[in-house]
Nanobody, 121 residues
Framework: QVQLTDSGGGSVQTGGSLRLSCGVS????????MGWFRQAPGKEREEVAR???????TYADSVKGRFTISRANAENALYLQMNDLKPEDTAVYYC???????????????WGKGTQVTVSS
C-alpha cells in the first residue's frame, strides 16, 4: 500500500509563494498517477492539479499559470510550486495517489494527511 507524507504548508501574504512536498513510499510493483487536492473551510474537496505516468499535467482553471505540479521519481517525491498566491487559495492541501489502471481514475486511492496553506491579504 502506497503511503504519502505531505508537507510545506504555511502562512504567506498575497502574491507570495510556497512549495508543497509529498514523500511517496510503498508503491513497489505498481504505477501511480499523482495529484494535489485542497479543501477550504465549508467547501468540498477539489482537485488542484494532477500528473500522469507520462508526466502529462492538468490544472484547475483557478490555478493555471500560477501552480506547477512535478514529480521526482528518483526521490520518490511529488511537488506543488505555488506562486502568486491569493486569499482564495487558503485551504488544507492533500497529496493523493491514483493507481494507474490503463488510465488515471478520477478518485484517489490514497491520501496524505494534509498541510495547511493560509494566504492573507
Amino acid at each position: 500500500q502506497v503511503q504519502l507524507t505531505d508537507s510545506g504548508g504555511g502562512s504567506v501574504q498575497t502574491g507570495g509563494s510556497l512549495r508543497l512536498s509529498c514523500g511517496v513510499s510503498g508503491y513497489i510493483g505498481r504505477r501511480y498517477c499523482m495529484g494535489w487536492f485542497r479543501q477550504a473551510p465549508g467547501k468540498e474537496r477539489e482537485e488542484v492539479a494532477r500528473i500522469d505516468i507520462n508526466d502529462k499535467t492538468t490544472y484547475a482553471d483557478s490555478v493555471k499559470g500560477r501552480f506547477t505540479i512535478s514529480r521526482a521519481n528518483a526521490e520518490n517525491a511529488l511537488y506543488l510550486q505555488m506562486n502568486d498566491l491569493k486569499p482564495e487559495d487558503t485551504a488544507v492541501y492533500y497529496c493523493a495517489a491514483l493507481e494507474y489502471l490503463g488510465y488515471c481514475p478520477r478518485t484517489p486511492d490514497v491520501w496524505g494527511k494534509g498541510t495547511q496553506v493560509t494566504v492573507s491579504s
